[in-house]
């Protein structure tokens, strides 16, 4: 494990209103964990998790949740044994028979980094007992692929067959089918209808998810967890709004944009008015649905979102595998005053299960406080954790690492909550998903 003195630190002067939510948060823990535990009880947590975190000073707050994480790869090797042991605390709730899992992964055959977060996944999947192959959902392969990664591990991915209602690879038929692709394009005709179990649930993939939705059960998570420990919830939870389907490059739907854009900025001038944070408020306009940090930007004005030239409407009116941008989520912008060797970072926390397992600072060397740092040219330090957030230290400072990290992990759990009560609202009956064309 890294020493603590490893760690970066916090290099704001605002930070004396943060340290007053950690000493707030380490002072109810013993509430806080006993809200949590029986939280989970009634809305089980998905099967993992990783969360981005924004920490202002002034404010800590989630601003993304993914439900298919990648960066595995990224985490501190020192706590696999927590990842190994969430994982079989996951499978004993999710499928308690399973002995063999076959791993579905994105559909990058070159993208390294991301093959060695499916490395890392399979090996800890391995680890907990169960026999992994990984299956490939790139419909035109035929062939075993075999990609050597540069960590000297080799990452065998194996083609698909369809064999009545269930799917196997290589001639290994699996208890049950572990996500790790979002389904951004849809649900492909080789999963409909299997009678192996699917983890996490289809439901949860971007051609249902929705951000705003994710949100507005957040909203709902923070409140109660605010009434219980008595805290602002704006401390903790960064405003959104969003409205109507829009077409970048047709300039329809920009009005009702920019009457949200303007309308939350007046909200959060309110906020920093209120707590005297001397500040210029910003707001993100990201799709309201997707990931990898594509269909982003930040706007300081109404004025920004009615400006965009071709080249910026363009950038916005697609996402992941090409696929167009109909609507948005507005969401407050928090400034991030965390940083590694001058770099901007922010905090990245994983868990699986209902368990934190670790986490990684995202960091932009070209990059600015107040912009998007899921871009191309980030890289990633591991958190040295303590007991995986999970133990703070009273006699520390509220802004030692171990309190601190106990900080994220609170806010981070409280975002998965919000996403295990997302997961039961999307798996209510539905029609058969179809594939887009």
């Known amino acids: ?65 993914n439900l298919f994480p990648a960066g595995f790869n990224n985490l501190n090797p020192a706590f696999a044994p ?3 042991h969430a994982l079989q605390s996951a499978m004993e709730h999710l499928c308690p028979q399973a002995r063999g899992l076959l791993l579905l992964p994105e559909r990058h055959t070159r993208n390294l980094h991301y093959l060695e977060s499916v490395a890392t996944l399979r090996d800890l999947a391995e680890q907990a007992g169960y026999e ?20 000297g591990r080799t990452l065998e991915l194996l ?17 049950a089918v572990v996500l790790n692709n979002d389904l951004s394009a849809g649900v492909p005709d080789i999963l409909q209808d299997l009678e192996q179990s699917i983890i996490p649930p289809m ?3 971007w051609w249902r998810r929705k951000k705003s939705c994710h949100f507005r059960h957040y909203d709902e998570v923070v409140n109660e967890f605010s009434a219980l420990v008595e805290i602002d919830p704006w401390l903790i939870n960064p405003l959104f709004d969003n409205c109507g389907d829009i077409d970048f490059m047709q300039r329809e739907g920009e009005d009702c944009l920019a009457e949200r854009v303007d309308g939350l900025l007046q909200r959060i001038r309110v906020k920093y008015a209120e707590y005297g944070i001397e ?3 910003f707001v993100v306009v990201k799709a309201d649905s997707g990931t990898y940090g594509m269909g982003v930007m930040t706007a300081r004005s109404a004025d920004e979102v009615r400006n965009l030239n071709r080249k910026e409407r363009t950038r916005m009116a697609a996402s992941k595998e090409g696929l167009g941008i109909s609507q948005v989520i507005v969401q407050e912008g928090v400034y991030t005053f965390e940083s590694i060797d001058d770099a901007v970072a922010e905090p990245v926390v994983y868990m699986i299960d209902r368990f934190v397992v670790g986490g990684f600072y995202r960091v932009h060397t070209q990059r600015g406080i107040d912009e998007n740092l ?17 133990t703070p230290n009273a006699h520390l400072a509220p802004d030692a690492p171990p309190n601190r990290f106990y900080a994220y992990g609170v806010i981070a759990r409280l975002a998965l909550l919000a996403a295990a009560r997302e997961q039961a609202e999307l798996r209510s009956p539905v029609s058969t998903p179809e594939t887009p064309a």
């Open 1 to 65: 494990m890294p020493p603590f003195d490893a760690v970066p630190f916090l290099t704001t002067a605002q930070q004396n209103p943060l340290e007053e939510i950690e000493s707030h948060l380490l002072a109810h823990q013993t509430k806080i964990e006993t809200w949590l535990r029986q939280a989970f009880l009634v809305a089980p947590a998905p099967f993992y998790c990783s969360v981005d975190l924004r920490n202002a000073g002034y404010k800590l707050a989630p601003v993304d949740t």
């Open 82 to 84: 927590l990842c190994i």
């Open 132 to 151: 992994v192959k990984v299956g490939s959902l790139i419909a035109e392969q035929h062939e075993v692929l075999n990609i050597e990664l540069p960590s």
């Open 159 to 175: 083609p698909l067959e369809r064999k009545g209602r269930r799917i196997e690879a290589g001639g290994f038929s699996p208890c």
């Open 203 to 205: 439901d949860l993939g």
């Open 279 to 281: 500040r210029e408020p």
């Open 374 to 390: 899921n871009h191309p040219g980030s890289h990633f330090v591991p958190l040295a954790f303590a007991d995986a957030c999970a």
